[in-house]
């Protein structure tokens, strides 16, 4: 059989669960030509080519694509920032190598207002309250805020700031969280609106999930359901982070969740996907379209916000379950047939390790923070041990680390998830915990509530009280 190449755009963990996916073929030869901000000890160690191009810059990523074309059978971008830049218009465009991940027009992440207006078109009931705020409408400060508090009148001060499009400003800020005040919320407002348009939405009481779909075009083929740990510290304390960890159950539900609350969720996804369907999209929409974060109510789900990747770190809790050989999903995907996926009835926790510094932990936390080690070399000898002892039970995807000679040191953001896969949720923690344990060096730290009894027993009883309040 020829080899099968593969292109893979990396900027984290959750691309190394893919690549170690990709490799787990047993009915192709994949050769992995890796793209990755920074050398991931991972990726380096799987690739047949691995460059480091640290902006993820399109035209580069380009470049090396067109020098390896007759080499590369497709390609998978996880990040959303080439995504949103129009990585794989311009691909397709120049080499004809198909590419897994939306066209620039069907990144929906690029703007939350117009995220916002879509779903206020095709589902306004899963749809929060909101307003847009555009500097092209307001002539003053004055006149600006005196709009905001009128706003803030009607939704009782319980609001969430987002600027339209990412890495802006302050970013997303929540009443309660980020801000207490009215002035509070309007510095932090401010920071945003000096780059463009913001959106003030009604804070939703609830228990989120994260929904997934992969997509050929065609088809949605949703995934299982997952749930994702933002805060940085145990109990859901301190800032939002990119995500501290996540779990998944053994069937497609979460514990807290309804058979009827997937299927209204799916209800939700497939009108969005229609409608977008309906502009002659195509397989424009190839990928992980819709990554949906729900929020579910009384009232059932809202949708919180929609991004058109993989999730991280929800991806790397399913990716090990697949029963289907992940090439052949990729193929389908491309082919436009794709429209069953088989996972093994089992449940799996994903925890993140980070460096001192990543969510204020160490102005947080100083007491915690062994200051010898930071800067020091991180060791994974023994959590890698770990994987081939447990028969791929336990799995480690080095994330923000970087491969320095022989050595891997932790950058500044998330460095590494541990995967643990297990027969119950508890189980697959256990796992997903000794895998963290096994890691040695760099004063890193992580949550250790991650998909704790405790906590899901607490979402379990909040969507009791809600649905019977609703009653």
């Known amino acids: 059989m020829e080899k099968t190449g593969i292109l893979v755009v990396s ?15 047993l009915e192709y030869r994949p050769e992995i030509y890796v793209v990755d901000k920074q050398k991931n000890p991972f990726n380096v160690r799987k690739a047949k080519e691995h460059v480091v191009i640290p902006d993820l810059n399109v035209n580069k990523i380009l470049k090396f694509v067109i020098r390896r074309k007759g080499k590369i059978d497709f390609g998978i971008v996880g990040p959303e920032k080439p995504i949103i830049n129009g990585l794989r218009d311009s691909i397709e465009r120049e080499t004809e190598i198909p590419i897994i991940c939306p066209t620039k027009k069907y990144a929906l992440e690029a703007s939350k207002v117009a995220q916002r207006e879509l779903f206020e078109k095709t589902v306004p009931n899963a ?3 909101f307003k847009v705020f555009d500097p092209a409408n307001y002539k003053t400060t004055i006149e600006v805020k005196k709009a905001v508090y009128l706003w803030l009148d009607e939704l009782s001060n319980q609001a969430v700031v987002k600027p339209d499009v990412p890495a802006a400003g302050k970013g997303v800020g929540v009443w309660g969280d980020h801000f207490n005040t009215r002035r509070q919320l309007f510095d932090h407002f401010l920071s945003n ?27 949605l083929t949703p995934l299982p359901e997952t749930r994702d740990y933002k805060r940085a510290f145990d109990g859901d304390q301190g800032p939002n982070t990119g995500g501290m960890g996540s779990y998944k159950d053994t069937d497609t539900l979460l514990p807290f969740m309804l058979a009827e609350d997937r299927d209204k969720e799916i209800e939700i996804v497939h009108r969005i996907f229609n ?3 309906s502009q002659n999209s195509g397989d424009q929409l190839r990928g992980v379209p819709f990554y949906v974060a729900f929020i579910h109510t009384a009232k059932g789900p809202k949708i919180l916000e929609n991004n058109s990747r993989p999730g991280d770190p929800e991806i790397i809790n399913i990716l090990p379950l697949l029963k289907d050989d992940f090439i052949d999903i990729c193929f389908k995907m491309i082919e436009g047939n794709l429209t069953r996926v088989r996972f093994d009835r089992k449940a799996s926790v994903v925890t993140y390790q980070a460096p001192p510094t990543y969510g204020g932990y160490s102005k947080t936390f100083p007491e915690d923070v062994d200051q010898e080690q930071i800067g020091k070399p991180t060791k994974l000898e023994n959590a890698y041990k770990l994987v081939q002892e447990t028969s791929g039970n336990i799995r480690v995807y080095p994330a923000s680390m970087e491969l320095r000679g022989s050595e891997v040191y932790a950058l500044t953001s998330r460095a590494i998830a541990v995967v643990g896969v297990g027969e119950t949720i508890q189980e697959a923690r256990e796992l997903s915990l000794k ?7 760099g004063s890193l730290w992580h949550r250790t509530d991650i998909a704790s009894s405790e906590h899901i027993k607490r979402s379990i009883n909040h969507m009791q009280e809600l649905r019977l309040d609703n009653r």
């Open 11 to 25: 900027y984290g963990a959750r691309e190394a669960a893919i690549i170690d996916t990709i490799q787990q073929s």
């Open 127 to 129: 749809n929060p309250r």
């Open 193 to 219: 609106y000096i780059h463009g348009k913001v959106i003030i939405e009604e804070k939703i009481e609830g228990e989120e999930s994260s929904f997934q779909a992969f997509c050929d075009g065609k088809n």
């Open 275 to 277: 409608s977008l369907r």
């Open 435 to 441: 895998g963290i344990n096994a890691i040695e060096g």
